[in-house]
Nanobody, 124 residues
């Protein structure tokens, strides 16, 4: 059974930075990703990293966000710089099944495992 626990959320001013972390119960997972959800809207992909280290970002965060992982520590990170008000929301850590790839551009159900989320609030 795979469990994911996010941390690092909080409140920052517009233009500020936050570093989100996700502790994973096992290293035997496939693609890992971060999603954002705002009340009343669908959960949207933000960034992902495949088993081979390949990263993918939604256009709106390219150049400002960086996704990374530390397999030895079973942790996934999302460094968010120059945050914007519209990027407020609940951020979820997600992972695909071991040896499987999933895409943040496709159905989020491609990710089998999910954390409970960590709240990010960007104030203008």
């Amino acid at each position: 059974q795979v469990q994911l626990v996010e941390s690092g959320g909080g409140s920052v001013q517009n233009g500020g930075s936050l570093r989100l972390s996700c502790e994973v119960s096992t290293y035997t997972v496939g693609t890992m990703a971060w999603f954002r959800q705002v009340p009343g809207k669908f959960r949207e992909g933000v960034a992902s990293i495949d088993g081979d280290g390949t990263t993918t970002y939604v256009d709106s965060v390219k150049g400002r966000f960086t996704i990374s992982k530390d397999n030895a520590k079973n942790r996934l990170y999302l460094q968010m710089n120059s945050l914007k008000s519209e990027e407020s929301g609940m951020y979820f850590c997600a992972a695909a099944r071991w040896l499987s790839r999933a895409s943040i551009m496709d159905d989020p159900r491609g990710f089998a495992y999910w954390g409970q989320g960590t709240q990010v609030t960007v104030s203008s």
